[in-house]
């Protein structure tokens, strides 16, 4: 089929890199994107962008950092690949609409951890309720669930 909306999720600055995307859309239109990103200065971090059905054809949100890389990740696997991006995924809980995102972000000692994060609109916000703090950043609101890996 034809594309019904188009987005790019991009730093125009060239600072970061976004890649392994996952996406869902819930009952009434709204979308979320999940995907990691970083930059020669940032780990490989957790990232969501999203859009209400009502906001501007083909607009996305900024990115935004739900859970920030905390070490570098080389880890070859005897491929000479550095292998990374198995672990995206975002769903849509049909319960009530809210969207449910896993990211994987680098630690310490070449490993990696997946951070899921529950993500939902309220008004023209992404916004997200955590059982520590909640952040916000660029008109999105996020913040954490879970962690295992």
């Known amino acids: 089929g034809a594309d019904i909306q ?5 730093d125009e600055t060239g600072t970061f890199a976004y890649y392994y995307p996952s996406i869902a859309v819930n009952s009434v239109g709204d979308v979320v994107v999940g995907y990691s ?5 940032t780990f490989v971090s957790c990232f969501v962008s999203g859009r209400k059905v009502n906001d501007t054809q083909s607009d996305i949100s900024d990115p935004f950092v739900y859970k920030a890389g905390t070490g570098s990740y080389q880890h070859l696997h005897g491929s000479g690949r550095n292998r990374w ?7 849509c809980d049909p319960d009530d609409d809210t969207f449910w995102t896993v990211q994987t972000f680098a630690r310490s000692g070449d490993l990696w951890r997946l951070r899921a994060a529950q993500v939902e609109y309220t008004g023209s916000l992404i916004s997200n309720y955590c059982v520590t703090s909640l952040t916000t950043f660029g008109g999105i609101e996020a913040a954490l ?3 295992a890996g």
């Open 6 to 10: 188009r987005s790019t999720i991009r």
């Open 37 to 41: 990103g970083s930059s020669a200065a």
């Open 85 to 91: 991006g198995d672990y995206s995924g975002t769903t």
């Open 145 to 147: 669930h879970g962690e």
